[in-house]
């Protein structure tokens, strides 16, 4: 019962994603085009005749609705339409190069984040207001505060030129050790803000009836933690993992652009500077559907996390 | 950590999991999440172990150049910007093509003849080129890639390089069949090309990549994936092995090509690098041999540390601010526009604002054009003090006063160098004239949309870069019906002055038409030059046959590795 309940529950929430998603579609749509300038206008000005012939290849002369229409008619049936950019690419090739590679480095820097985050936030909740926790919030809010575009740079600088112990780009060398400084870019600050948010719901858990109770058992702290409070101390770091998640897996244009790393970020950026309405529109609706994904995943296992909302 | 065993991912799975007791079905989720967590540890850790450690191939006979961003194609015809051309010249040969140097030399083509009244060429192809799949480059080729730039079908950016070329503009317009283009196979190594008008320049469009020779059979064959690696059939020194979108393109040696004897090079890496402080990171540690370009903030520190390698050159290029002259304070009031001009600072702008190398411009078009001698701005050679006096007098007889000062916009597209020179223009202006000028920042294609419209533009930021090496590159742009005209600038007298020159055969009054044209211009005024733009490099010192030159051409096939360094 509950199986057919939860699965009711899911294709009902996939089903009402579709108008938002549509909605997505055309305000994507609309605003790429609204954007001045088309994805061939150089500082170079091409002849009347010229520009004429391009505009018809790539049907921009058509009104936007029937331009909509026909991108929309393709879009259903899977072809997300050719790149106005890079001629003789599809959308579809571009963005699943870039996504894969985003997606394992953005699942490693995820996991880092949990592992890491969730062991910091629970620590310092034990010890709270000791010197321990005051480090650890402290070191915390400086992965929070310090932007990306600071930090990676400077693994580059001392890791990559002064040391020599790591590539300084993607293509900087084939092995895994290209992987770490960027994965550690993407990890720190999500390893901030899992830890904030793990050490304020740790220690309000840790402080209600339950714990008491099971601490008047005679429980350890380990197992209380380990088999009590992790549980429940983890539901508002969920809500936060799913759009999380979705942003981690689709990309940072920072990290990107500072290892030279070919992903969905620096697709993405590109292709709105380029004005390459197919790419862009792309991207946009694999990033909300991710978005959808996620959310859902996380309504999911809200159930299983509490079971106060499963059986609502 | 480098070292460890590799692992496959799976064996993470089977590790010991530590006991636990609880046996609550209702904790199963949880237990579950946890084992999962804790597996997922592990395989992180592993991945990253794994990761170390593998030995990395062997590239000390590869090249390895940075390119700036991505190039958008390999299809020569389609190819728009410098990244794509920088990659093309290293595949391809047109008809014409470059010494390390920069002069215009034989390449597809050995030798070439120009009729008397300058309309119709000839060239006699080399009967040992060949394509990299090993057939003979012919006339033919030429005939039909020539007719594919001009297709309307084929949508090309520069299909205008062929304008001249007899039926060109009636084939793009789409008014004339493609097989009517004045290019003929007069046999089977021998191309001739008629043209509608004198072009002086014209061997130069020869060299560029719009009119490299692309292999008929494999486009029939493979349509739009013709331009692919592993299909790509090229002419030139290199062909196109493998490309990583965004990442990296490789280039091979081309077994086949003509003079594969004189290239020393056999792999060439044309790293995508977007981010010139990444590229220099990556320079320094040691990933790339050529840089594309070095970045402002750093300038003077890699001058400083790495003189030698540090390789600045002048470049046909010039930086100026624009003036709309159907914005009417700017339009109806050539005395103000001069008195703008006259107030900035040149020479304190390149050494202290801009400071790598570039050069002050008093001239339109920039030092180091063939066969042409800049006319100079009528100030030019004044005392700074003198400028400023006369630009304030300017200014006072346009009508504006301390008490009626102008009100004045300046656009330029979002940069930090960009905006830099703009704020020193600015205060350079507030200073000797006393207005404060509306600094506006766009993104660089919202402002290229505002400078065509020519509607809401006053002063803009713009640049000029000339596609070959003739001052017609840079003075055509300001002619009356040019799409490239986004000042508003019509003169009858300019126009006249550039026709008669764009029909001149004779060589030294084709560049006295010329010379002229751009004395007229700088007196009326319809832009301010700013600097002339230097190309800049990092280049390795075990890097043989790198010659500056004014195109900022750099073909592999011309460098190699001094092996004794």
Same mark, same amino acid.
């Given at each position: 019962?509950?199986?057919?309940?939860?699965?009711?529950?899911?294709?009902?929430?996939?089903?009402?994603?579709?108008?938002?998603?549509?909605?997505?579609?055309?305000?994507?749509?609309?605003?790429?085009?609204?954007?001045?300038?088309?994805?061939?206008?150089?500082?170079?000005?091409?002849?009347?005749?010229?520009?004429?012939?391009?505009?018809?290849?790539?049907?921009?002369?058509?009104?936007?609705?029937?331009?909509?229409?026909?991108?929309?008619?393709?879009?259903?049936?899977?072809?997300?339409?050719?790149?106005?950019?890079?001629?003789?690419?599809?959308?579809?090739?571009?963005?699943?190069?870039?996504?894969?590679?985003?997606?394992?480095?953005?699942?490693?820097?995820?996991?880092?984040?949990?592992?890491?985050?969730?062991?910091?936030?629970?620590?310092?909740?034990?010890?709270?207001?000791?010197?321990?926790?005051?480090?650890?919030?402290?070191?915390?809010?400086?992965?929070?505060?310090?932007?990306?575009?600071?930090?990676?740079?400077? #693994?580059?600088?001392?890791?990559?030129?002064?040391?020599?112990?790591?590539?300084?780009?993607?293509?900087?060398?084939?092995?895994?050790?290209?992987?770490?400084?960027?994965?550690?870019?993407?990890?720190?600050?999500?390893?901030?803000?899992?830890?904030?948010?793990?050490?304020?719901?740790?220690?309000?858990?840790?402080?209600?009836? #339950?714990?008491?109770?099971?601490?008047?058992?005679?429980?350890?702290?380990?197992?209380?933690?380990?088999?009590?409070?992790?549980?429940?101390?983890?539901?508002?770091?969920?809500?936060?993992?799913?759009?999380?998640?979705?942003?981690?897996?689709?990309?940072?244009?920072?990290?990107?652009?500072?290892?030279?790393?070919?992903?969905?970020?620096?697709? #993405?950026?590109?292709?709105?500077?380029?004005?390459?309405?197919?790419?862009?529109?792309?991207?946009?609706? #694999?990033?909300?559907?991710?978005?959808?994904?996620?959310?859902?995943?996380?309504?999911?296992?809200?159930?299983?996390?509490?079971?106060?909302?499963?059986?609502? | 950590?480098?070292?460890?065993?590799?692992?496959?991912?799976?064996?993470?799975?089977?590790?010991?999991?530590?006991?636990?007791?609880?046996?609550?079905?209702?904790?199963?989720?949880?237990?579950?999440?946890?084992?999962?967590?804790?597996?997922? =540890?592990?395989?992180?850790?592993?991945?990253?172990?794994?990761?170390?450690?593998?030995?990395?191939?062997?590239?000390?006979?590869?090249?390895?150049?940075?390119?700036?961003?991505?190039?958008?194609?390999?299809?020569?015809?389609?190819?728009?910007?410098?990244?794509?051309?920088?990659?093309?010249?290293?595949?391809?040969?047109?008809?014409?093509?470059?010494?390390?140097?920069?002069?215009?030399?034989?390449?597809?083509?050995?030798?070439? =003849?120009?009729?008397?009244?300058?309309?119709?060429?000839?060239?006699?192809?080399?009967?040992?080129?060949?394509?990299?799949?090993? %057939?003979?480059?012919?006339?033919?080729?030429?005939?039909?890639?020539?007719?594919?730039? !001009?297709?309307?079908?084929?949508?090309?950016?520069?299909?205008?390089?062929?304008?001249? !070329?007899?039926?060109?503009?009636?084939?793009?317009?789409?008014?004339?069949?493609?097989?009517?283009?004045?290019?003929?196979?007069? *046999?089977?190594?021998?191309? @001739?090309?008629?043209?509608?008008?004198?072009?002086? &320049?014209?061997?130069?469009?020869?060299?560029?990549?719009?009119?490299?020779?692309?292999?008929?059979?494999?486009?029939?064959?493979?349509?739009?994936?013709?331009?692919?690696?592993?299909?790509?059939?090229?002419?030139?020194?290199?062909?196109?092995?493998?490309?990583?979108?965004?990442? !990296?393109?490789?280039?091979?040696?081309?077994?086949?090509?003509?003079?594969?004897?004189?290239?020393?090079?056999?792999?060439?890496?044309?790293?995508?690098?977007?981010?010139?402080?990444?590229?220099?990171?990556?320079?320094?540690?040691?990933?790339?041999?050529?840089?594309?370009?070095?970045?402002?903030?750093?300038?003077?520190?890699?001058?400083?540390?790495?003189?030698?390698?540090?390789?600045?050159?002048?470049?046909?290029?010039?930086?100026? &601010?624009?003036?709309?002259?159907?914005?009417?304070?700017?339009?109806?009031?050539?005395?103000?526009?001069?008195?703008?001009?006259?107030?900035?600072?040149?020479?304190?702008?390149?050494?202290?604002?801009?400071?790598?190398? *570039?050069?002050?411009? &008093?001239?339109?078009?920039?030092?180091?054009?063939?066969?042409? +001698?800049?006319?100079?701005?009528?100030?030019?050679?004044?005392?700074?003090?003198?400028?400023?006096?006369?630009?304030?007098?300017?200014?006072?007889?346009?009508?504006?006063?301390?008490?009626?000062?102008?009100?004045? *916009?300046?656009?330029?597209?979002?940069?930090?160098?960009?905006?830099?020179?703009?704020? =020193?223009?600015?205060?350079?202006?507030?200073?000797?004239?006393?207005?404060?000028?509306?600094?506006?920042?766009? +993104?660089?294609?919202?402002?290229?949309?505002?400078?065509?419209?020519?509607?809401?533009?006053?002063?803009?930021?713009?640049?000029?870069?000339?596609?070959?090496?003739?001052?017609?590159?840079?003075?055509?742009?300001? *002619?009356?019906?040019?799409?490239?005209?986004?000042?508003?600038?019509?003169?009858? +007298?300019?126009?006249?002055?550039?026709?008669?020159?764009?029909?001149?055969?004779?060589? %030294?009054?084709?560049?006295?038409?010329?010379?002229?044209?751009?004395?007229?211009?700088?007196?009326?005024?319809?832009?301010?030059?700013?600097?002339?733009?230097?190309?800049?490099?990092?280049?390795?010192?075990?890097?043989?046959?790198?010659?500056?030159?004014?195109?900022?051409?750099?073909?592999?096939?011309?460098?190699?590795?001094?092996? @004794?360094?």
């Amino acid at each position: 019962m509950q199986q057919r309940g939860a699965l009711r529950f899911a294709l009902t929430r996939l089903l009402s994603a579709i108008p938002t998603l549509f909605l997505i579609i055309v305000l994507a749509f609309m605003m790429m085009h609204a954007a001045p300038g088309g994805p061939f206008d150089e500082e170079r000005a091409m002849p009347p005749e010229t520009a004429a012939n391009i505009e018809r290849a790539y049907h921009l002369d058509e009104p936007l609705p029937q331009q909509f229409m026909r991108y929309f008619g393709a879009l259903l049936q899977g072809d997300l339409g050719p790149s106005y950019r890079y001629p003789g690419y599809s959308v579809a090739e571009l963005i699943s190069a870039a996504m894969l590679l985003s997606l394992q480095l953005g699942a490693l820097a995820m996991l880092c984040a949990l592992i890491v985050g969730i062991a910091v936030g629970v620590l310092a909740a034990l010890r709270r207001n000791t010197p321990i926790d005051r480090l650890l919030t402290g070191l915390a809010m400086m992965g929070i505060s310090i932007p990306i575009f600071v930090i990676a740079p400077i #693994f580059v600088l001392v890791f990559a030129v002064n040391l020599g112990w790591l590539p300084a780009s993607w293509s900087g060398s084939d092995s895994g050790s290209r992987y770490l400084l960027p994965v550690i870019a993407l990890a720190l600050p999500q390893i901030a803000y899992v830890a904030r948010l793990t050490r304020g719901s740790m220690i309000e858990i840790m402080s209600s009836d #339950f714990v008491r109770t099971a601490r008047a058992q005679g429980l350890g702290t380990f197992t209380i933690v380990r088999l009590h409070a992790l549980r429940p101390a983890m539901l508002p770091l969920l809500s936060y993992l799913g759009p999380a998640v979705a942003a981690v897996l689709t990309g940072s244009v920072v990290v990107e652009q500072i290892f030279g790393i070919p992903g969905l970020g620096q697709l #993405f950026v590109r292709g709105a500077l380029n004005r390459d309405y197919t790419l862009v529109l792309g991207i946009v609706i #694999f990033y909300a559907t991710l978005v959808i994904v996620f959310n859902l995943i996380v309504d999911i296992l809200y159930g299983f996390l509490d079971p106060r909302i499963r059986n609502r | 950590m480098c070292g460890g065993p590799r692992r496959q991912r799976g064996d993470a799975v089977s590790c010991p999991v530590s006991g636990n007791t609880v046996s609550d079905p209702g904790r199963m989720s949880f237990r579950n999440t946890a084992n999962i967590m804790r597996t997922a =540890a592990v395989a992180l850790l592993l991945v990253l172990v794994a990761a170390c450690g593998q030995p990395t191939e062997d590239d000390s006979r590869a090249l390895n150049r940075a390119i700036g961003p991505e190039p958008e194609t390999l299809d020569p015809q389609l190819a728009r910007t410098t990244q794509s051309h920088t990659v093309l010249r290293d595949m391809f040969d047109g008809l014409l093509t470059y010494s390390p140097d920069g002069t215009l030399i034989e390449g597809a083509a050995q030798r070439w =003849a120009v009729s008397d009244d300058g309309l119709s060429y000839s060239f006699w192809l080399r009967p040992d080129g060949r394509w990299s799949n090993g %057939e003979a480059v012919v006339a033919e080729d030429f005939v039909y890639s020539f007719r594919r730039l !001009v297709d309307p079908k084929t949508a090309a950016f520069y299909a205008e390089t062929l304008i001249n !070329v007899r039926n060109a503009a009636d084939i793009i317009a789409g008014d004339k069949p493609i097989e009517t283009l004045g290019v003929e196979a007069t *046999e089977r190594l021998q191309l @001739t090309i008629h043209l509608q008008q004198p072009t002086a &320049y014209f061997p130069a469009l020869l060299a560029q990549a719009a009119t490299y020779p692309v292999n008929e059979t494999s486009i029939t064959a493979l349509g739009e994936a013709f331009a692919r690696p592993g299909n790509l059939v090229s002419n030139g020194a290199y062909k196109l092995d493998r490309w990583d979108l965004g990442l !990296v393109i490789e280039l091979g040696r081309n077994e086949h090509y003509w003079n594969n004897a004189g290239t020393a090079i056999d792999d060439v890496r044309y790293h995508v690098t977007p981010v010139p402080s990444a590229e220099l990171f990556r320079y320094r540690a040691g990933e790339l041999d050529i840089t594309s370009t070095v970045p402002t903030e750093a300038f003077s520190q890699v001058r400083a540390e790495r003189p030698e390698e540090l390789r600045v050159s002048t470049f046909l290029s010039t930086y100026y &601010y624009g003036f709309n002259l159907n914005y009417e304070p700017l339009g109806d009031s050539p005395k103000l526009r001069q008195a703008l001009s006259m107030a900035v600072d040149r020479e304190a702008l390149t050494e202290k604002v801009t400071g790598r190398g *570039e050069q002050p411009a &008093y001239s339109w078009v920039p030092p180091g054009v063939d066969h042409y +001698e800049a006319r100079q701005l009528s100030y030019a050679d004044m005392s700074a003090a003198d400028r400023q006096a006369t630009a304030k007098r300017l200014y006072a007889e346009a009508g504006y006063s301390e008490s009626k000062p102008l009100h004045i *916009e300046l656009r330029y597209n979002t940069s930090e160098t960009h905006q830099r020179i703009a704020l =020193a223009v600015q205060s350079m202006w507030r200073d000797v004239l006393g207005f404060e000028a509306t600094l506006i920042n766009e +993104e660089f294609r919202v402002l290229v949309a505002n400078m065509r419209a020519m509607e809401i533009t006053q002063i803009f930021r713009s640049s000029w870069s000339g596609d070959y090496n003739d001052a017609y590159a840079f003075l055509s742009i300001f *002619e009356s019906d040019s799409p490239s005209n986004m000042f508003g600038y019509r003169s009858e +007298e300019y126009d006249s002055l550039l026709q008669r020159a764009a029909t001149q055969i004779d060589p %030294e009054r084709r560049q006295l038409y010329l010379e002229e044209a751009e004395r007229v211009l700088l007196a009326d005024h319809p832009l301010m030059p700013l600097y002339y733009y230097v190309s800049k490099h990092l280049v390795r010192p075990d890097i043989r046959g790198w010659q500056d030159n004014v195109l900022d051409y750099h073909y592999s096939q011309h460098l190699s590795f001094d092996r @004794t360094r």
